[in-house]
């Protein structure tokens, strides 16, 4: 099988329906592509509208949900954690001063 590039991997997806004949690709091109979901709608912050429209396969594939869900919850996790970090260390700098 000759590997394809991360946008061939999303613009496949986005155009064909999930098909029992296609679903494990599906699935597999989905967790390939994660760290693109990830990083743009860390920066976009886009509505779930405009997330369904660029990854239509949130809705088809229940697993890339499952995935995406899990994504989404180490996301606010992290985050949430930088701001602790954050915090700690502007407390940290205003005793010492």
């Known amino acids: 099988m000759v590997d394809i590039g991360l946008a061939e991997k999303e613009r496949f997806m986005r155009e064909n329906e999930v098909t029992a004949a296609n ?4 699935l597999q091109f989905h967790c390939d592509t994660l760290d693109i979901h990830r990083k743009w709608i860390a920066a976009k912050k886009p509505t779930m509208t405009d997330i ?4 239509p396969r949130f809705i088809t594939l229940k697993a890339a949900v499952r995935i995406q869900y899990l994504l989404y919850i180490y996301y606010i ?7 602790a970090r954050m915090v700690f260390i502007l407390i940290l700098i205003l005793y010492l001063n």
Do not use: G, H, L
Not at 52 to 55: A, D, L, N, P, T
């Open 23 to 26: 679903k494990e690709k599906m």
């Open 77 to 83: 996790y992290t985050y949430k954690m930088i701001m």
């Open 52 to 55: 369904v429209k660029r990854f």
